[in-house]
């Protein structure tokens, strides 16, 4: 063999051995993994989120198999929809993204809307009671628990309990005060007394004693046993003076209303019924703890308000994504509203707003709506309402899981929106004062509010004496809030 043969055939035999490597070991296969149910049930959140969101332009829109690759990083359902709303635009008010309402309900609950955090509709469990913190002197080295607010239908105002009562024991239990330096509460001691709250708040019967805002002293004792149904109107009453009658209305939640032989519907009509006999032309709209409710309330109330002359006019407009503005499914649901009642109800004036930080969602609807219409004058504890102008509708996932994805936004006639920091107010600063009922007119806020409307009066001024009193009792912060509320429609 020549030489130029033997190294052709050692060329030959060393592409042969290379080739016969390359075919016997051939890389491993790639398998796709089968998306776990779970996985499915995330993607399918992620999607409903997508389709919905105000914000649906910063969310991806990703094929089925990209959903499912994003929503395997996360280890939960609420862990997924924090994600997807960290999405949303930052927003410098709050220092966080802009969507911070978006939930999701896991409960098994029937009958109501509910959600671990608190958030209630139509019906409400427990006793209806909510505690702030209070010193009754100058010189006290000691805070007690002051009921501020009672929820009405609840099993505490069933049996008589009023805001403004002091509490001075809890089944029996004396050790409920706080430790008071002169400017803060000992923390130690409000962490054990909340402790102790919230085993009473949860047990089937609670027996409290209390000194109510009267000075009189009683014993209750409530019991447990069901949901009960609430009823959002917790005052209403005329201020009957010789110049003008001045109409009051405290009302805590927007419920339900319709149909019209709905019990909420039928008690709000006898409620205007007689602010009308009564020819009032000035309201007082007690709204401090109400965190809002349906959307289709807030229509109601605002139709009894307006006068008959802007009967017909723009109440308020939709903001929605693409999607919801042009699906034949939802855009209807998303159309102009406009004020209408064939009848005509009050000729109101000046509407006089009661707030605080916790008056959010559709009370703020209301406010906002109201505004380009009548004297609408905020007084409230601090300088602004909470700031929720976005709302939402169900979608049900599964069984046990809804989501909720803020999905409009609502505009008035004049194109106000966006009070994303809470409305600015007109009078700031006006104590919330929880040691006096609702109505009662020696009550800071209702004070401050009757006396804009020009009314003068004794109690009036005996109120602004007791104002800049060295005895003057003091509210130093709530303890447990009234459940949220929102922006709600119905599902669509």
Known sequence: MSLYRFFLV??????????????????????????????????????????????????????????VDFVKEYSSNNSLLTALKNMTPYYTGYRGSIDRFSFLDESESEGMLSYADGFRMDTNDGYGLNFGWGILAANATEAYPIIYFVEG??????????????????????????????????QADVRNFEAKLKAALEADSLRLKVETAEGVEKMYTLEYRESYEIDPVILDSVYTYPDKNIGYLAYSSFEEVWPKSHPNYKKLEDVFESFKADHIKDLILDLRYNTGGYVSTAEYLANKMVRARD???????????????????????????????????????????????????????????????????LIAEGNRTFGKPVGFFPEEITDDITLWVTSFKTLNADGDTDYWDGMQVDFANIDDYIFKEFGDSEE??????????????????ASSRKSTSAQRRVKLGIINKPNERNMLKKKL
């Open 311 to 377: 009967h017909g006019k723009l109440m308020l407009r939709y903001d929605v994504n693409d999607y919801l503005a042009n699906s034949l499914q939802y855009k209807g649901d998303f159309q102009d509203v406009y004020f209408e009642n064939s009848e005509s109800e009050l000729e109101l004036e000046n509407v006089y707003v009661l707030a605080t930080e916790l008056t959010a969602s559709a009370s703020e609807l209301l406010i906002n709506v109201l505004k380009p219409y009548l004297n609408v004058i």
């Open 153 to 186: 239908g609840s099993p505490a105002q069933k049996e008589g309990v009023k805001r403004g009562s002091i509490v001075y024991t809890i089944n029996d239990d004396e050790d409920i005060t706080v430790r008071y330096n002169g400017s803060s509460l000992n």
């Open 444 to 461: 800071d806020m209702i004070a401050k509010a009757l006396s804009l409307a020009g009314v003068s009066t004794s109690s009036m001024r």
């Open 10 to 67: 050692l060329v030959c035999l060393g592409l042969t051995l290379a080739c016969k490597k390359e075919i016997t070991n051939p890389p491993d296969p790639i398998v796709p993994i089968e998306p776990t149910e779970q996985d499915r049930l995330k993607a399918t959140i992620y999607d409903y989120y997508n389709k919905y969101s105000l914000w649906t332009e910063q969310i991806p829109d990703l094929d089925e198999q990209g959903r």
